[in-house]
């Protein structure tokens, strides 16, 4: 919104320079708000809430099935965190369908980041909170196997952790998980 004032109020006083400068002044100003930075936009953080559970539960499904199979432990650690989280039947359903979409063998991942990175990745927060959750998850059934390893790594990189970053957070994770004597709720 506020990109179209500045265009249109850099046009009636400078011309088309000044167009120019009103739009990057106006998009400047869009984003802020848009990140909550001199205004909350409700829109964009209930859709940034929409965007993230939809990544979670997608991606718990793919690595859920990343060892060829879905086990009692991963299923319970799903429900358990629906329940957690207090969704209602609905989204508990809609949540189910997201996991087993994510445990299809053909589905590719890649669409599903490049959405989140660009609606949530531009904290460092999130992007963590969610490797963290998917970490947690591949251990739900009391190890980390190679393939949820492999694909754990595969994930942290599009979201932009190096390897170090990720091997911290991974140990990090792990440490928690064997302190409180592997309860990975």
Known sequence: MFKIIGVVLGYLVFNLPGAFLGYFIGSSIDRSRSYGIGGVNPFTHGHRQTVFIKTIFTLMGKLAKADGHISQDEID??????????????????????????????????????????????????????????????????????DEENLLRQIAARLGFG???????????????NFSGGQSG
Do not use: W
Not at 119 to 144: E, F, K, W
Not at 163 to 177: G, H, P
């Open 77 to 146: 650690h799903v429900e358990l965190f629906i329940e957690k989280n207090g969704m209602s039947a609905e989204h508990r359903k809609e949540a189910i369908t997201l996991f087993k979409q994510g445990a299809a063998n053909d589905y590719d991942i890649q669409p599903l980041i490049n959405e989140f990175m660009s609606v949530c990745g531009h904290t460092r927060n999130l992007p963590q909170i969610l490797i963290v959750y998917l970490i947690v998850m591949s251990i739900a059934d009391g190890h980390l196997h190679t």
């Open 163 to 177: 390897s170090i970053e990720f091997q911290q957070l991974l140990d990090m994770t792990l440490n928690q998980f």
